[in-house]
Each structure stands twice: as C-alpha cells, then as structure tokens.
C-alpha cells in the first residue's frame, strides 16, 4: 500500500477477522527480522499479525532526494539541544503503521515494537491513542540518553563499515559480526546460522543511506519522556537484561515514564530475537493482547 505516494510492503498473516497485532521492526531492519515461528505463534493464538518494512528499508518506499545523512551534525545538534534536520520523523513513521491499518481497514490494533521499531510504537500510542488497543515496547527506550549508552563494544561495531560495501558477501559478513556482538549471549546463534538469515535479507534488499536516514529521525525524536507520560493504552516493556546496545536501564527508564506500565525483564537476552525464546516472547504478547481483549467495556 502508499501512505502519501509512499509504498509500503507488508504481509498479513492468519485470519483477517481476528484482532490484529502490528508488528513494527527496527533500524534497517525488515519485516522478515519478525521471526515465522514468533509470527505463527500469535497466529495460532487467535491474531491477525501484519507485518511490514518501514520507509526506507527493504521494500518499500525511499524517502525523496538524494542528500547524504550528516549523522555528526545531528547528533552534534541533539547534544547542543538544537533542531535535527531530518527528511521524516518518527512521528511521521508511526503515521506510516496508521495509513497501513487504513488500507487494511484496521480500526484498532495491538501494536508491538522493537528497538527503533518499539520508538515509532510508542509515539504511534501517543499520537494515534484511538488506534491503539495496547502497546508492547521491545528492547526500546525513552530517548533518555542517560540510560541509553552502548557498550563500548557494541558502539565500535555499530560505527564500523563493511570491507567492500558493494559486496553483498562482505556486507553479510560485517552483519554476522554485528549480531555476534549485540545478540543474545545466554543463547547464542552459531555464524552458520547468522549468515543463513542474514544474507536472505540482503539479498533481498540492502539500503544502508536509508537505515542512516532513519537514525536521523530517531536523533531528531530526542527525549520524548514527556510524551510517554501521555500513553493511556496498556503497556508491556520487554527488555533482555544482556542487552549490550541498548542497556535494560533504558527499558526500565521507558515502563517508568509510561503509565501503568508492566515490565519483563529477560535473562541472557541481548539485542535479537533468539529462536529459543521466541515462545516465550510470542506467549508474553498474547498474553498481554488476551487481558485487553478480556476486559470489560467501559462506556464513554
């Protein structure tokens, strides 16, 4: 579908007529990041899960122009507290996940969100309240830099280019090495494996000007604490307690700032979505999703 003349692709898994759960992905990452196992789980709890690649990642739309994103500038510019020039905004990319349910006829939706994925989410549940059911925010955070600091490793590797950017072998093998580092470490993936999911999707699609276009959109978004304040929809907070990218201080920070918000912590989990935990995961959102379902209506 377009949001503005912007396409964006998506999939929609299991019964139309059942609730939906919208699953929104994080930097440079694509729909097919969302595990098939994780999405069938949800499926066989009775949802419809649609999941979908931002603008400017995978197969949807690029954002206009040809200009580089200067990501010293801006984060130069956040750290000075001055305006971030940005071709789109966060709140432009939770617009995106609307202009979706409209062309799916979506009215309201479980909306869960991971890491970039878990920011767009929560100023979709800000913004959009009428659309949202509940919220999941996954190994996100608030904005507050205070909590949000990578391990020195993770930031070396995250700042680090591929040999040959051009070369879809190298590339593959500078991402194998980048979820070698912010992946789970108390359930590890093996590199035979990393490099099996990674290289589908980048021969799938590969646009790193667009993933630093979307960090700029999360620089521009700064500390949105005072927006979070504001989320009235039921809140889970899932964060891996071996989060080396984004620490599980940041998770608590973001359950803390948003109203009623329940928070999980996991053992052994970093920044991925390990295959031994996806029931676990799948189980903890349905759960979450069936109390919100479960509860009485209350008349306006």
């Known amino acids: 579908m ?3 003349a912007l396409h964006i692709e998506y999939e929609s898994l299991g019964d139309p007529a059942h609730p939906a759960i919208v699953l929104i992905m994080g ?20 949802y419809r899960v649609i999941r979908f690649d931002n603008r400017d990642c995978g197969l949807s739309g690029r954002a206009p122009g040809k200009k580089r994103a200067n990501l010293l500038l801006a984060m130069a510019a956040s750290a000075l507290g001055l305006p971030v020039r940005t071709p789109y905004t966060l709140e432009d ?29 929560q100023v979709l549940a800000a913004k959009f309240p009428q659309r949202v059911l509940s919220l999941t925010s996954i190994m996100s955070t608030s904005g507050n830099r205070k909590v949000s600091r990578p391990s020195k490793a993770a930031r070396k590797v995250l700042l680090s280019r591929p040999a040959d950017p051009k070369n879809p072998e190298s590339v593959i093998e500078h991402l194998v090495e980048m979820f070698g580092v912010i992946g789970s470490p108390g359930y ?36 949105r604490r005072k927006l979070l304040k504001t989320i009235a929809a039921p809140t889970l907070v899932i964060h891996g307690a071996a989060d080396p990218l984004v620490p599980v201080a940041a998770g608590r920070d973001t359950a803390q700032n948003i109203p009623g918000a329940t928070l999980t912590v996991i053992e052994g989990m970093g920044h991925d979505f390990p295959e031994a935990l996806l029931p676990r995961l799948a189980a903890a959102i349905a759960d979450h999703c069936d109390k919100i ?7 306006a």
Do not use: N
């Not at 617009?95 to 890491?115: C, K, N, W, Y």
């Open 2 to 4: 377009s949001t503005a």
């Open 27 to 46: 930097l440079g990452m694509q729909l097919m990041a969302w595990p098939d196992s994780f999405c069938q789980e949800l499926v066989a709890r009775g």
């Open 93 to 121: 990319m939770a617009g995106d996940a609307v202009g979706l349910m409209d062309s799916l006829g979506i009215a309201r939706a479980h909306i869960v969100g991971a890491s970039m994925g878990g920011m767009i989410a």
């Open 188 to 223: 590890p993936a093996s590199k035979d494996e990393l490099r099996s999911r990674i290289g589908k999707s980048v021969h799938r699609a590969y646009e790193p000007a667009g993933t630093a276009r979307q960090l700029l959109a999360i620089i521009a978004s700064g500390d």
């Open 293 to 299: 379902l479960a509860a009485p209506r209350v008349a």
